[in-house]
């Protein structure tokens, strides 16, 4: 389950950088590295957090709070 997770945390981080690499750097003068690596970060926060707060509310995640977390959805 770990090794799974934290390969769906890569992923979210290499599909947010390249989403990032044509835009806002080419148009805003960052550095491509930078932007992608920032977006990357970012977008991994936010499944980590979600994780972490599906975690706190009762000791433990479901596969349905991770897919959640990973979707984008909020388990309420």
Known sequence: MIKGLAIRIGAVFAYSAMAIIGGASVIGGIPVWK??????????????????????????????????????????
């Open 35 to 76: 932007a992608a690596l920032l977006a990357g970060i970012s977008a991994s926060a936010q499944v980590i957090e979600r994780l972490a707060r599906a975690y706190a509310d009762d000791g433990k995640i479901t596969m349905e709070e991770m897919n959640a977390a990973f979707s984008g959805k909020s388990e309420e």
